[in-house]
């Protein structure tokens, strides 16, 4: 029976990463290993000035203090008993496409599996603030793909970034394979003031605005397809590297 280690950002006991669960142990034994709080944002960071704490909190699900790739990187190499055939990520409750990805702790604990040679996927779902979130939907389609992996591979240094939108199973469009898109940001940064008149910025909030190129993660997502992004951990610029070593780089544009 396949073995799935599945963990999130959002915390332990995020709706989503329950959902995602329930739909995956059609497909084999489930032990989630998940960050006690949420860790949202925390992109691919790993805890080293202090050390983790495991719990145990049922049979198959752990909690750490730490953040999604510490709980790949632990789960893997400390509490699973075997090496895992999957690494599933998700679902986060809001999408991450294009430039999010470099923040996402969602992808970033796919990525980690995919450093550690497991065939690894992040789910999120394509749900604005404040709604309401489909995540049986997603989380089914999720196990699909999952499914789909566990039977065929997936190519080398290579994860799926795979994005859902919210909305009832008979309103999605399909599957597409995309490219990474672009984020635009607008507001992002908003300021405010503590009780002593002092100035503070928070990160977050503002209005995201999408650039909607064609095949990518973006504009699948809009056009409520399930968007499926192979995304490889050689982040080289090959035509640029090919540019600087032919010199043609000098005096313009390298790549
Ligand atoms: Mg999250």
């Known amino acids: 029976m396949p073995l799935l280690l599945l963990t999130n950002d959002d915390g ?6 329950r959902a995602l669960a329930r739909e995956l142990e059609r497909l084999g034994r489930v032990v989630i290993i998940a960050p006690e709080r949420d860790n949202s944002a925390a992109s691919h960071s790993l805890t080293m000035r ?18 999604p790739a510490d709980c790949v990187m632990i789960g893997l190499n400390k509490i699973l008993p ?3 055939d999957l690494v599933v990520s998700g679902i986060n409750p809001g999408p991450n496409l294009g430039d999010d990805i470099n923040y996402s702790g969602t992808v970033s604990a796919a990525r980690e599996g995919t ?9 999120s779902l394509g749900a604005a603030n404040g709604e309401e979130c489909l995540y049986a ?3 089914g389609q999720a196990a699909e793909l999952a499914g789909r992996v566990l039977e065929k591979g997936l190519a080398p240094d290579t994860l799926l970034n795979i994005n859902v939108p919210n909305r009832p199973a008979d309103q999605l469009q399909g599957v597409r394979y995309t490219r990474q898109g672009r984020r635009l940001y607008e507001n992002a940064i908003q ?31 809009l056009a409520g397809y399930v968007s499926v992004t192979p995304l490889h951990l050689d982040m080289t610029n090959h035509q640029a590297l090919a540019s600087l070593r032919n010199g043609r780089a000098r005096g313009g544009e390298i790549g």
């Open 115 to 123: 450093l550690l040679q497991i065939p690894s996927l992040a789910v």
């Open 82 to 84: 075997v090496r895992p």
């Open 137 to 139: 939907v997603a989380a």
């Open 12 to 17: 332990v006991d995020a709706p989503g990463l």
């Open 50 to 67: 202090r050390p983790l704490h495991v719990r145990e909190l049922e049979p198959d699900i752990y909690a750490i203090d730490g953040t």
């Open 191 to 221: 300021e405010t003031f503590d009780p002593w008149g002092r100035r503070h910025y928070w990160i977050g909030g503002g209005t995201p605005r999408w650039s909607e190129q064609p095949e990518t993660d973006v504009q699948a997502v």
